[in-house]
């Protein structure tokens, strides 16, 4: 008996039946991993923090430039009125209560201790005789309202260097400037 073969390049009809090539489903972008979330509170905190201290540098700043403005502005203030600028300046950082008893001498002690060592020798250097003349009665009869340079050099180095003041300096020097 004879055996009829199918050919070889036929298949069967339910071997033909292919499916279409499947496309995996879409990966969801939620929910993030939890790294992300951590970086994204962590870089709003990081901006807010940066926002803050910005904004309590300017406030913190503000006393010092608007004294520093005061003083460009009127270049031709007197001794008395210098002094009493770099007193209202220094009022605002530090306490007022020992600050407002101090004059002359213990004045500029205290203002001169709010810098820096490199810069406390020029300071005492211009301003002392403004604060030695300060409260000496004058020759002529005048009120004593001369306009010095030294000072007006004085009061602007006294400004820039020395505020915003420190807060470890600001009691020791203080008691420093009343013993005198």
Do not use: C
């Amino acid at each position: 008996m004879q055996q009829i073969s199918a050919p070889m390049n036929q298949t069967p009809p339910a071997a033909l039946e292919l499916k279409d090539i499947h496309i995996p489903e879409q990966i969801a972008n939620y929910p993030t991993a939890y790294g992300w979330w951590f970086l994204a509170a962590l870089l709003i905190v990081i901006i807010i923090l940066v926002f803050f201290n910005i904004r309590k540098s300017i406030k913190r700043n503000k006393i010092k430039k608007q004294a520093l403005k005061q003083l460009k502005n009127t270049a031709q203030m007197n001794n008395n009125e210098l002094v009493s600028l770099l007193k209202w300046a220094a009022m605002h950082y530090f306490s007022r209560a020992e600050l407002a008893k101090l004059f002359g001498e213990s004045l500029q002690h205290f203002l001169a201790s709010q810098l820096t060592i490199k810069h406390q020798q020029k300071f005492t250097e211009l301003s002392k005789a403004a604060f030695e003349s300060q409260y000496q009665p004058s020759v002529n009869a005048e009120p004593t309202n001369q306009v010095s340079t030294d000072l007006h050099k004085a009061a602007k180095l006294w400004l820039t260097h020395a505020l915003p003041a420190k807060a470890k300096r600001n009691h020791s020097s203080i008691k420093q400037g009343v013993t005198l």
